[in-house]
């Protein structure tokens, strides 16, 4: 699972790459044709975040008023985007990135919150895909730990749920070196749920996980 995982990971690294699929636009449509098509996407986009936006007006709490919010990130959990999404914020002191998702009577419900970056969704799922979150510690005065971890929905708890950790990196605070500490992949079964059930415990202690 881990293997495909990752391969997934790897295409979807290409794939943002190379603009996101562009080439097979380029092959397909006209350039003034293409340049209409991207032109009404970004409007549409546009605009279903500014809904979105004015929707997350109920949930104040959510946003830190002592932290300059610099940029956003909409991801869908469901064909569209509209019915649930992984909101990314990226803060002057510090990343968080909250799931809502619609319940039957079509209200938008925050299920979770994190303190941590968006990294990847598996994209083999539409509905409810994994996530990976990067978990950032400061671990001494001098070194920094990143944790990135998988995310899996929950149906009976109805919210994103540990899943486990695909590795760890350790950097110096000065940014003058950063190296792998922990991956998955290369590890026994033992370490990994030794590893796993260090890393939730280090989560939940931080208060990264709400």
């Not at 098509?37 to 007006?57: G, H, P, R």
């Not at 990143?146 to 994103?160: A, E, M, T, V």
């Not at 290369?186 to 709400?210: C, F, M, Q």
Request: with cysteine; hydrophobic share 40%; proline share 2%.
């Amino acid at each position: 699972m881990l293997i495909l995982r990752n391969a997934f990971l790897l295409l979807l690294f290409f794939v943002l790459l190379n603009c996101g699929g562009e080439e097979k636009v380029k092959r397909n449509v006209p350039v003034k044709e293409k340049e209409l098509v991207v032109k009404q996407d970004s409007v549409q986009q546009i605009n279903i975040s500014d809904i979105l936006f004015t929707e997350l007006a109920m949930f104040p709490e959510q946003v830190n008023a002592d932290s300059e919010l610099m940029d956003t990130l909409f991801l869908p959990i469901h064909q569209n985007l509209n019915d649930g999404f992984v909101l990314f914020c990226k803060f002057k002191a510090g990343n968080k990135t909250f799931i809502f998702d619609r319940n039957i009577e079509g209200k938008l419900m925050q299920i979770n919150a994190f303190n941590a970056a968006f990294v990847f969704k598996d994209t083999t799922s539409v509905d409810y895909p994994d996530i990976m979150l990067r978990f950032k510690e400061g671990y001494s005065l001098n070194e920094t730990y990143y944790y990135n971890c998988w995310f899996s929905y929950d149906i009976k708890l109805s919210r994103y749920t540990f899943d486990n950790c695909f590795s760890i990196n350790l950097e110096d605070k000065s940014k003058d070196y950063q190296r792998d500490v922990y991956n998955s992949e290369t590890a026994s079964s033992e370490i990994k749920d030794e590893t796993d059930n260090d890393v939730l415990r280090i989560l939940e202690d931080n208060g990264y996980l709400n």
